[in-house]
């Protein structure tokens, strides 16, 4: 096994040494198996490459307070690509042979969990159409592959807060679109907004709708949320926004342990301005604090221009529930022994 600095990881990729690797061809998935991480050999001709025809998951491998591994609602994420499937038109997954598959490769990779308190390990699966083909197709073949990276924070920084951009050239996604699933051409799409918005000193950026301008979908990487008078807000789903699952455990968190009153509607930009608290949540951010949103030039900073108070519970909470140290009243653990 490499050498890993535990106390200095970012989000790099420093791969775990096994990769796991299922075909689907002739109309069936195989059973899969593990092999060492390395590369894969496509045709030029794979529909991945052509036309994009992939997703991928993120999810993560805590390592509790007790020296357990746990991962936390493996199964919501089984849905989420099997929803993204449908929309590409590939085939679905089995729920449950995606948790086992990535439990086994978890224990099998159980050196690259970092200590507790130094970081996770980070889990991406991937499906994508590998067969060939030259016309706007679906391909015929499919290959499912999970690989690993032990992981510190998303955002250099981790808690300490981010300054984003309102991108008012570009959107995310569009409104009857792929921005509710995890397809890889999303992504590609967020990658020069965010180039020209770091060039200009900020973090990030975050989009609003397609249709008007107006009103906020996400921060590319993270879904948004808004803290104002007991009320927490966060942009309602409806095609154009991913269904992050941090996202849903957050909102129920806030109304179980904090009494806020959760709200998915359409949020203004504007409203940002007069925030008491703004964060943004992802497997990969966690629970991040935004600290300032810039719009067309103007800077506004949320708050005192700190982490918010109530931001800063929910994140004990939820940190404290997937190390093992806080109460898992949502049973949202799974434990890999
Ligand atoms: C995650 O939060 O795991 C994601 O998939 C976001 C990714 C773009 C880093």
Redesign the pocket.
Known sequence: MKQIDWDNLG?DINPAEKMFVARHTKGVWDSGGIVDYGTIQLFPSAVILNYGQGL?????AYRTKDNRIAMFQPHANARRLNDGCRRLCMPELDEDFFVESIKALVRENRDYVPPYGKGDL?IRPILFGSGQMLGVSPATEYMFIIFMSPVGP?FKGGFSGIHLQICTDYHRASLLGTGGV?AVGN?AASLMPKALARDEGFDEVLYLDARCSTYVEEV???NFFLIKNGILSTPRLGGSILP?T?REEVLMLAEHSFKLIPQGRDIRYDELFTAEELFCT????VITPILSVTHEGKPHTIGNGKPGALTRKLYDELKGIQLGERPDIFNWLTYID
């Open positions: 989000f991928f998951e993120g999810m993560k980070y998303y995890k992504y590319g990487s993270a992050g941090t992802g497997t990969a951010a």
